[in-house]
Structure formats: C-alpha cells, structure tokens
C-alpha cells in the first residue's frame, strides 16, 4: 500500500505516479499524508484505486475522477470531485464552494456541509450533502440527483433543466423556474438508489422533498420576463 | 450605416410641391424594422455573424515599404519564415504551426459535422491548428485535425478528461469578442438528437451557455484552475486563456499571471454562433485597438514573444494578418473567414437565401439552424450539402493566400520571418486608428497621446 507524505513528496510526482499506473497494477490502495490544503490532489485519476486522503484539501481534490474512490478524511475546498465522470469521492469534513460542479457520473458523498453553488451544472453526477447546502446550489443543473439531508440556501435549483434535487429540511428559496414536485415511483427509486449507494440506509425516502424544473424557461417567451 | 434615400422612380408619383421622402439618420430603415420587429416578439434579435458596424480596424493603417532606410527582399525569391510555436512557457510539447494563421474556436451544434470535418481538413492540409468550441470534442474533428486545440468553456458542454488528454493544446475560454461578459445561446431549432446527448441536456430546448465558469469566481481561481489542467495532463499541454477584448491590459496581465502559455484576444468583430444583437454591435474593443495594450502588458511583465498572443476578430486579409503581427500578435486566429471560405453565404445560393428574406453576403441567421449552405445546421439533409473534402481544400486555399499576402508585405518591409514585422512598419490614416494602435499618423512622428 504505496503512503505519499506531501510534505515531502511533491503534488506533481503523486498526480505523475498515480498517472502512470497500469490498468493492472496492484498499488490499488493509496494513502496520502500531510495534505496541507494543497490543489488539484488526485486529478484526473483513470483506474479503480482506493485513495484515502489523510487531512484537509485544497481546491478541486479528485477533479475529473474517473472510477477512482477517494475518501477525504478532513475538510475539501473549492470545487472537489469537479466534472467527476464516474467513481467516488468522500469528504468526511466540510465542503467549500462548487463540489461536483458540472459532474458528470459517479457519486459525491460530503459528510459535513457544503458551501453555495453545490451541484452547479451538474450534468449526471449524484451527489449527497449529510448536513446543509449553501446558496445557489445546483445553478443551471442539467441532470444527476442532489440529495440533501439538512437544509437548502437560497435559490435553490435556479434555471434547472432535468436534474432532481431532493431536499430532507427546509429550503430558504427556490431559484428561478425551480418548483416543488410530486415524488412519483421513479423518483423514489432514484433516490433510494442514491442513498443506498451513499451507505444511508437508515434515511427515509419519505422524509424528503422533490424539487425540479417548471420548465417554463425551456423556450422564451416575453410573459415569463419577470423571472430573467 | 449609410442611409439611402428612396430613389424617385421607386416611389408613386409626387403630388406638385411635395418633398421627396427622406429616410431618417436616425430612425433609418433598419432601426424601424427592429423595433417593428421587437414590438411584435417581444424578445431581442439574436443572430450569428460578429459586428456589421463599421468600427476602427486594419484598413486604417498601411504598411511602409522599404526603399533607402530599410531594404526590401525578393519577392518569390529570398525566403520569409512563417512558422511560429506556441506554448513554450510551461508546456512539455508546444505547437508548432507553419503559418501564423489558426481557426479559432466553433462548436459542434453551431456548425455542422461535415463543417467541422472541413475545417480539420483544410487546417491540417495548411499546417495549422483548428479548435473545438462550446459543444465538446467530435470523433471526425479530432480524425481529420492534425493539431487540436480544446477549448475549455463555462458550459462544460461535453468536457471530460479524456479530451483533454487528447487534445495537443486546451484553451481555457474566458470571454469572446462578439460578447464579452455574455454567454451563449443555441436555440431549440438546433439540438438534434447528437447534440442534446453532448450536451447533457433536453432534445429541442433552447440551451443557455454559462457566461463564468462555475467552478471558479475570479484570477486567483484561474490560477488554480490552470494548476488543475496541467496537473490532469501532466503539464504537457499549452494552455491558452481566451479573453474577449474588453480590457486588454489588465486581462492579458491577469492571464499571464495566472500562468498561461498562450493569450487568446478576440475583439469585437469576432463571430459568434448566437447571441443578441445589441452585445455584438456595443460591447467590446475593436481588435485594432486590443492588441497594444496587451502586448504593453506582456512587455511590462517582460513576457512578450515568450507568452504568446493570438489575436482575432475581423481578420480577413494577409495585410490583416501582417498588421496584426507587426503590432506585437503572434499569430491570428479566424473563424468568420475560414466558414465563408468553406462556402458560407455563396452567391450561387442566391436563391434559397431570399427564401430565407435575406441575401447571399447578409446571411447571419446562424442560430435558426436552415442554412443553406450546410454550415451552421444540424438538419441531416443541408449539412450533407458540404463536401468537406472541397470545402477543406478551399479553406487550405484561403490560407495559403493568407500566407503569401503576409509574406509579400513582410518582405516588401525588408523581413526574413513575418514575425519580425514590427510597429516602426506602420503608420496610421486616421489620427483615431494611430491613438489606438499607438503608431503614427500618416506623414508625421505624432502618436496621440506619447508625443
């Protein structure tokens, strides 16, 4: 089990090595130490490796994952598991700004809470806040499942296309065209699944709320004015 | 715009001592036309094409030939470099290009499969680079593209890491010339079954392109974000940084600082796909007067010829192109040009453009997706019109006239390499284009605003 201390190994030796594995290598579990905050910890991994980050990260940790788990035993900054394609990312502390802005698969587990713009863009990814969501989250989100277990900031799901968001507590505000829906069987099925997949057995489906895109927005019209 | 009157065999017969009419400068026919047209949609013209007013630009300077003080070399004789690199800042594999002429970046959605193949084709055949758009990477452009720059947009529309890493070169798109601070719209009409599935997004649904990355909110996050990029294709690759010319100082200072290897300054001529009308006709810098201050600012941080700038925006001629060079650019990049060589607004489609209710040369319903041409559509039957294996020759073609106009006037001024073109190769008709490009006016040492 390969340990990287980043206090002495530099970011660009860790990202080139964790690079260079062969699809069949057997350095499947890697643990790295003294992050320190630094950026860009674990880019654009390609192959089905554990990685447990010991600390606290730095902007857009696990960016552009693909089949990857990496689990954050600390807090993460901005933009962590951005554009993630498929994997897992694991933040055991808190999450800054924009976590898994435009992901596109995979699943983003944040233990604690997330900062504003949570999910913005998200284009596939699910992604699952145990605590609270800040404002603006899930902007322009085009598909993938937010699940929040506590509470959403304002704006909510402003100018969504066809992404889900599931909310257990309260909402401060809903964006612009992003409405309250009723949870049919496939939405229950989605989220369920997501859960599932988070290890959130325990959670109910029914204590959340479904919300969506109205979409009225879909296409211009001079009467929806006010909501631009 | 010039207005013209209506001519009086147009007209009904006057009634005795009346005055012909007379067309407003004002509310000429044109401003009437939009807000008749505004006031029964409801909504903003969109369109395609870059700024049709007439603004400052290369016409305005001329070139002074060497006679005594400087000496000329042979035409079609003695040789003139045109070959320029590109990301030799950080990047472990810079680009090399023959010629200083790049296409600049159009998206699958906006241009049709077969455009984007003929742009791949004519490139290659010339040497250069083509460049993806707001839509992600296609299989055939990538094919028939020798050197593939990718652009990084707000939208994300498409990105995914494996692009990148097949990219030679990533353009982190900032802003664009024809709408700085906007972003994109690609309206319903456009999104074929192909493109929604690029895109993430709904077939038919009018589809809004972020105007800011999500991710980042300002320099200090480029710098990161461009840490990140390098980081996932272990620094291989050039990064551009694509600004539109707004404030070319302090964006290309910025852009630099945050560490890219190539600055991309688009000025307001620049194409677009979509966007409204009234952004690309009153917002941003012509390109005539972006360029010096962004090479002041590569001088200033004494950056210049080592961060490279690509300039574009209304480039249509090699005199274009060797003015844009001799005021301090490294290359250019086309866009508009490169699709009217490909055959967009062809006069031999007279015919179905006044369909359209407009006319070969005016054509610039880009977003509506009914091009005749079969350049800015996705509809099966009009994109199949466009031969990219013609079309790509006769971008080639262009290019290679690009190419040897530049080297005609670079030799004429006494240049072995077109790069050496400089400022002292210029002066100004106008004293607006000589404040602008900061060279001086025709006939005299006087640079408004140094001297």
New interface residues.
């Given amino acids: 089990m390969p340990t990287v201390d980043l206090a002495e190994v530099k970011?660009?030796d860790l990202?080139?090595a964790l690079?260079k594995l062969p699809r069949d290598t057997n350095e499947t579990h890697w643990v790295i130490t003294n992050p320190g905050g630094k950026?860009?910890i674990a880019?654009?991994v390609?192959l089905p490796l554990t990685i447990e980050v010991e600390g606290h990260v730095?902007?857009?940790c696990g960016?552009?994952n693909?089949d990857a788990t990496i689990i954050i035993e600390g807090n993460a900054g901005?933009?962590v598991a951005?554009?993630m394609?498929s994997g897992e990312v694991r933040v055991k502390g808190d999450a800054s700004?924009?976590a898994g802005?435009?992901g596109?698969g995979g699943l983003l587990v944040i233990e604690g809470n997330a900062s504003a713009?949570c999910g913005?863009?998200m284009?596939?990814i699910d992604i699952v806040v145990k605590g609270s969501i800040g404002s603006m989250s899930a902007?322009?989100a085009?598909?993938g499942n937010l699940v929040v277990l506590g509470n959403a900031g304002e704006a909510l799901g402003d100018?969504i296309?066809?992404a889900r968001l599931f909310v257990r507590g309260s909402v401060a505000s809903l964006g612009a065209d992003c409405i309250e829906k009723t949870m049919g069987a496939e939405d229950r099925a989605a989220l369920e699944a997501v859960l599932e997949k988070a290890e959130l057995t325990e959670v109910s489906a029914d204590d959340f709320k479904l919300y969506g895109s109205a979409r009225r927005l879909?296409?211009?019209?001079?009467d929806n004015?006010d909501a631009y | 715009m010039t207005v013209q009157d209506p001519s009086p065999q147009d007209l009904p017969a006057a009634a005795p001592h009346r005055t012909l009419p007379r067309y407003s400068a004002t509310f000429d026919p044109h401003t009437i036309s939009e807000i008749q047209r505004a006031a029964a949609?409801?909504?903003y013209d969109i369109r395609g094409g870059g700024a049709k007013r007439k603004l400052p630009h290369f016409d305005d300077l001329l070139f002074l030939g060497a006679s005594i003080s400087r000496y000329p070399l042979e035409g079609y004789r003695e040789k003139c470099g045109t070959n320029v690199v590109l990301g030799t800042r950080f990047a472990k594999t810079p680009i090399e290009l023959k010629i200083p002429v790049t296409i600049a970046g159009m998206s699958f959605g906006a241009l049709s499969g077969p455009a984007k193949e003929a742009l791949g084709r004519g490139a290659s055949a010339s040497g250069t680079s083509t460049t993806t758009g707001d839509g992600g990477m296609t299989a055939e452009e990538r094919e028939h593209s020798r050197t593939l720059v990718y652009q990084y947009l707000p939208?994300?529309y498409g990105?995914?890491?494996e692009d990148?890493r097949k990219a030679d070169a990533i353009e982190v798109v900032v802003g664009q010339g024809a709408k700085p601070g906007g972003g994109g719209m690609l309206l319903?009409q456009k999104i074929s079954p192909r493109v929604a599935k690029m895109?993430?997004?709904?077939e038919g649904?009018?589809q809004?392109s972020?105007c800011r990355h999500?991710?980042?909110?300002g320099p200090d996050?480029l710098e990161?974000?461009i840490?990140?990029l390098r980081?996932?294709?272990?620094?291989e690759k050039p990064i551009y940084v694509k600004v539109g010319a707004s404030r070319p100082y302090y964006d290309t200072a910025l852009a630099v600082k945050s560490g890219a290897d190539v600055v991309v300054l688009d000025g307001m001529q620049g194409g677009t796909a979509a966007t409204q009308d009234v952004f690309i006709e009153n917002v941003g810098l012509p390109i005539l007067a972006a360029i010096r201050p962004a090479v002041q600012a590569l001088q200033d941080l004494g950056m210049h010829r080592k961060v490279q700038l690509i300039v574009s925006g209304g480039i249509r001629t090699g005199a274009d192109v060797a003015k844009a060079l001799a005021l301090g650019a490294d290359a250019v990049a086309i866009g508009t040009a490169a699709l009217i060589a490909l055959g967009d607004n062809d006069p031999r489609l007279e015919d179905e453009y006044r369909k359209l209710g407009t006319t070969a040369g005016a054509y610039d319903d880009w977003h509506e997706g009914r091009d005749p041409a079969g350049i800015t559509t996705q509809d099966p039957v009009l994109a199949a019109r466009l031969d990219p294996v013609k079309a790509g020759r006769r971008l080639a073609n262009y290019l290679a006239v690009l190419t040897l106009e530049c080297q005609t006037i670079a030799r004429a001024c006494g240049k072995s390499h077109v790069h050496n073109l400089e400022p002292e190769d210029l002066v100004a008709l106008t004293v607006e284009a000589a404040a602008m490009a900061g060279i001086p006016l025709a006939g005299t040492n006087w640079i408004p605003g140094k001297f």
């Avoid at chain 1, 879909?218 to 001079?222: E, G, I, K, L, Q």
Wanted: hydrophobic residues 30%.
């Fill in positions: 970011l660009r990202n080139g690079h950026h860009a880019c654009g390609n730095g902007y857009y960016g552009m693909s901005v933009g951005e554009n394609m700004q924009a802005a435009t596109r713009r913005i863009s284009k596939g902007f322009m085009q598909s100018s296309y066809e879909y296409h211009f019209h001079v004015v | 949609t409801g909504i939208s994300r990105m995914n890491p990148l319903g895109r993430d997004l709904p649904i009018d809004r972020a999500p991710d980042w909110t996050d990161i974000k840490e990140e980081e996932l294709t272990d620094w």
